[in-house]
Every structure is written in C-alpha cells, then in structure tokens.
C-alpha cells in the first residue's frame, strides 16, 4: 500500500520505501512503461503492463522495491513515460534540524562548546566544559547531568539547551613535621566552593601521630573539613615511638638477687620439739 502523502519528515539516517503511481487519463490502454527517479535513477524500463483508460498501477502492486537511506533533507522528482506520454511528480523527505544551545553560570569561570552546535534529526552532539584558572567545573543542568565535563546528546529529536557550571577553586595543602615521621595527603587537594576534603594522616614505623595543626586540630589521625570557603593548609605531626627498656645482664642478676633474699629472709616452721 502506498502512503497518501508527498512530504514525509524522519531521522537521518533514515530507510525511506517510495510508491510511485501512474493513472492513465486518456482514452487508449497503455502497455509499455518507463520510470525514472532524478535521484534514484531509473526504477525501470520497457515494462510490459496494460493500463486501461482510467485505472492506476504503482510499484508496490508490481512489487518493485524503491528505497535509499536519507542523511538529508531531499526532493525526488519521477517520471513516468509510456510511448509518447509522460507526468512528472515531486516528493520531499525532510530531515530537521535541531540547535544545541550552550551556556554557562559565570563566564569568568569557565566556557563551554557543544559540537556541533546544530544537528540533524537523530544525531549527536558532544558538549565539552572548561574551568578556568580558580574555578573547577561543579556539574551539569538543562539536557546534560552529571559531574563528568563531557556530555554527549544522542539522538537528537529537538532543540537543546545545557548549561556548564563552575565555582571557585580552593586548595587544601597538607604537610608534616618530620617527613621522617610519616606523611599527610588530602583528598580532594583541590576543592569547589563549599566542597569537602578528608585529610589522612599516616606514621612511619617507629613514630606516632602526634596531632594536627593549621585548619585541623585534635589526635585523630583522619580530619574532615568541610564547608571550604578559602584556601585551607593542615600539618601532620609526628613523634620517635617510647622504646620500653630491655633489662641488662647487670638488671637481670639483680633482679635475681632480690628474689633469693626475699626468700631466705621468709619465715619457715623448724621441725621437731
């Protein structure tokens, strides 16, 4: 069956099946037809079929398979011959296209590209967002989501709009006192305004956390900071483990001494009377 219509809109990339259908509008029976498509060539030649005045044939009933892949919008013109007669018919297959709008929260922090910026119905575009010095880019909204700076918009079916968005930059710097003593990192070093950074703090064989100073304080090993507004610096210190004494040969035979007095000098009963 052929579709009623000569205009037809669809994705790129798109499998679009054509009917074309003659109508002999003259008074003698046609035989011999021609049909030739300017941009899908010649459909055929030299068909054999009787076509009686009044009565229509098109491909489908003669079961003749005319298709192409559409990447763009595209007018077909056919025409159908039969001896010394001919009519010409149009039809357009349109692919739409869509734009892909992109902004930013703050253009001092950073810029954002969507490439490309229009599309045909049915494609892609990939958008891509770049903090500036200071910045760190925080997350997408509008038709991307997400955290990751690239974002790609599949199948494109109407006009879209994200927007990139950034926030200041802070670092959190960690040190120690001793590098001997152990070692100190944070994680995130760098943080979006009002992020968090947890930093740990961990010693070397033969010495012991001490504490922390600078924007973390107490003895837990592990610190969170949270809230960042400003550029934070923590320092890890570190101290010689106690070493618990050994006792010497010397300490020893004292120690031994000490015991045999204690014992000779106990009380013991006598035997007999």
């Given at each position: 069956m052929c579709a009623a219509t000569s205009s037809l809109s669809v994705n790129t990339g798109t499998t679009v099946y054509y009917c074309y259908t003659a109508t002999n509008t003259g008074?003698?029976?046609?035989?011999?037809?021609?049909?030739?498509?300017?941009?899908?060539?010649?459909?055929?030649?030299?068909?054999?079929?009787?076509?009686?005045?009044?009565?229509?044939?098109?491909?489908?009933?003669?079961?003749?398979n005319a298709a192409a892949v559409i990447n763009n919008t595209t007018t077909n013109t056919a025409t159908w011959t039969s001896g010394s007669l001919s009519g010409s018919a149009s039809a357009t297959v349109t692919v739409p296209t869509y734009h892909i709008a992109a902004s930013v929260n703050d253009p001092a922090a950073g810029s954002v590209a969507c490439v490309p910026p229009s599309v045909l119905s049915g494609a892609s575009s990939t958008c891509t967002a770049t903090a500036n010095a200071g910045y760190v880019f925080t997350g997408w909204s509008g038709d991307c989501a997400g955290s990751n700076p690239v974002c790609t918009l599949s199948g494109v079916t109407a006009d879209r709009a994200v927007t990139a968005n950034f926030a200041p930059a802070y670092n959190v710097t960690a040190s120690v006192n001793n590098p001997a003593g152990g070692s100190a990192v944070c994680v995130p070093a760098v943080v979006a305004a009002g992020g968090s950074s947890t930093c740990t703090a961990t010693a070397n064989p033969g010495y012991v956390f001490t504490g922390w100073s600078g924007a973390c304080s107490g003895t837990n090993p592990v610190c969170t900071l949270s809230g960042i507004a400003a550029h934070q610096a923590v320092t890890a210190s570190f101290a010689p483990a106690a070493v618990q004494p050994?006792?010497?040969?010397?300490?020893?035979?004292?120690?031994?001494?000490?015991?045999l007095l204690g014992w000779l000098a106990y009380p013991r009963r006598r035997r007999g009377g």
């Open positions: 008074t003698t029976t046609l035989s011999t037809h021609d049909l030739v498509d300017d941009q899908l060539g010649t459909i055929f030649s030299g068909l054999n079929h009787s076509l009686a005045p009044g009565a229509s044939i098109n491909t489908v009933a003669l079961g003749i050994v006792p010497t040969l010397e300490a020893w035979g004292l120690m031994l001494l000490s015991g």
